[in-house]
């Protein structure tokens, strides 16, 4: 590959539980003159997919609505990662540590009401991408998006929570580099890269829930629990210093 | 902004010290058909950086390379962030968290020779955007990138050590969504974005230090120091829980 394009699909559609996203988003394409070829990867932000899928919850009472989300993250989480009066971050039943659960009460209808992750984002992923080949024809990759800090840097970046019909996690375990010796990045996650790669095309508040990048070569059976590290294999969840051999040693040894 | 290209810009050259990066991008790019114009983001992979600024050392004596870069990263860190016999993860002098403090010893020419990160990424990213400027009139952004694992997700990604002449992080905090509440996405890593984007042009082992980006409009003065949060402000390097505000709630106070 030496070049793919990037493109936001606008709607100014609201989404509500029941909605069919596969038609929302074919209308944003239309609308936008873009016809789906086998090959395009679909970032599709988690938010409209959860709004479709009805995962909301009544927010529990609390003196304003940041406490109100803090509990609610506290009842979804399998594991409290890191808790300051700033900032809760969590562990879900999904396997994403991420803060307060994921749980958004921005741009949701209805007051007292907060929206939940996906339910199964590899799931949904899946049946968006079923849906997109029933009506086009087309065999489009479709990646569950979502938007999460991190340790160590500032800012959010784009992170893929379900994924089908692409590569997720692309395992380069060993190669070798051009002099022969083996290769030190040794898994990349590009299904993390593509979902960082579509939100670029989105400004501030903006209506682009979806993003279509065509000219990259990444079908595949990837899913976004290819991307979890577990737990037992990571330095920053446990606390006991238990840590996963990093993809820079695999390759080395 | 509804659609950017990402182009790489392959090179068959090899990078000593002393060799001239403007010009060996400026041979790719004509051997791609590319002419530089203002508003461009090229992303320069950091190996070739510091191949070209020599910033080689020998590795210590020990029993294998794995055992010398670990020896090497440890002179090299100003803290210790974890250590396991997998992997150590330090901080750099430049406050870059990641493993083995980013010690190159593969496609690195010469034996017992170890490539470190650039000394300044941003002075770097900022000499070779005043280069291409000089030698092609057009004022391009320039992004210097290595590649970093995470915590939490397997697999690594592109992010910016470097930056001149672009947004890297981009602050929406004050904003609403749109209901009137204040956007829970309020800091934008978007330099690392951009990084993680050009990574997707380049394979396995591949040639492509440089690509670029075109149509986004993101002209400004950010910094790849931008993109580091305070050690003071971060819950997963000093292990005394004392988190940063998270940038998910700076907005919604």
Same mark, same amino acid.
């Given at each position: 590959v030496s070049e793919?394009?990037?493109?936001?699909l606008p709607t100014s559609a609201e989404v509500e539980a029941g #909605? +069919?996203?596969?038609?929302?988003?074919? +209308?944003?394409?239309?609308?936008?003159?873009? #016809?789906?070829a086998d090959g395009d990867v679909l970032c599709i932000a988690s938010k409209v997919v959860a709004k479709a899928e009805g995962a909301t919850v009544a927010l529990p009472a609390a003196t304003d609505v940041h406490e109100a989300r803090r509990a609610l993250a506290r009842e979804?989480?399998?594991?409290?990662?890191?808790e300051t009066p700033q900032v809760l971050i969590v562990e879900t039943h999904h396997g994403f540590v991420c803060a307060n659960a994921g749980i958004d009460t921005s741009n949701v209808p209805?007051?007292?009401?907060?929206?939940?992750?996906? +339910?199964d984002p590899d799931a949904s992923a899946a049946g968006l991408r079923e849906g997109l080949h029933e009506r086009t024809g087309a065999s489009v990759g479709v990646i569950v998006t +979502?938007?999460?800090g991190r340790p160590w840097r500032l800012g959010q970046t784009d992170v893929a929570l379900g994924a089908a019909g692409v590569v997720a996690l692309r395992d380069d375990r060993g190669g070798a580099d051009r002099l022969g010796r083996p290769l030190e990045v040794t898994q990349v996650a590009v299904a993390d890269q593509l979902a960082a790669a579509a939100d670029l095309v989105r400004g501030k508040a903006d209506g682009t829930p979806f993003v279509v990048l065509r000219g990259l070569d990444l079908g595949g059976a990837g899913t976004g629990r290819d991307l979890l590290r577990p737990a037992d294999q990571d330095a920053f969840r446990t606390g006991t210093g238990a840590a996963a051999p990093e993809p820079t040693d695999h390759g080395s040894r």
């Amino acid at each position: 590959v030496s070049e793919f394009r990037v493109v936001g699909l606008p709607t100014s559609a609201e989404v509500e539980a029941g #909605t +069919d996203l596969v038609a929302l988003v074919l +209308d944003a394409a239309a609308a936008a003159g873009w #016809t789906f070829a086998d090959g395009d990867v679909l970032c599709i932000a988690s938010k409209v997919v959860a709004k479709a899928e009805g995962a909301t919850v009544a927010l529990p009472a609390a003196t304003d609505v940041h406490e109100a989300r803090r509990a609610l993250a506290r009842e979804q989480a399998t594991r409290i990662v890191a808790e300051t009066p700033q900032v809760l971050i969590v562990e879900t039943h999904h396997g994403f540590v991420c803060a307060n659960a994921g749980i958004d009460t921005s741009n949701v209808p209805g007051e007292g009401v907060a929206l939940l992750l996906p +339910d199964d984002p590899d799931a949904s992923a899946a049946g968006l991408r079923e849906g997109l080949h029933e009506r086009t024809g087309a065999s489009v990759g479709v990646i569950v998006t +979502d938007t999460f800090g991190r340790p160590w840097r500032l800012g959010q970046t784009d992170v893929a929570l379900g994924a089908a019909g692409v590569v997720a996690l692309r395992d380069d375990r060993g190669g070798a580099d051009r002099l022969g010796r083996p290769l030190e990045v040794t898994q990349v996650a590009v299904a993390d890269q593509l979902a960082a790669a579509a939100d670029l095309v989105r400004g501030k508040a903006d209506g682009t829930p979806f993003v279509v990048l065509r000219g990259l070569d990444l079908g595949g059976a990837g899913t976004g629990r290819d991307l979890l590290r577990p737990a037992d294999q990571d330095a920053f969840r446990t606390g006991t210093g238990a840590a996963a051999p990093e993809p820079t040693d695999h390759g080395s040894r």
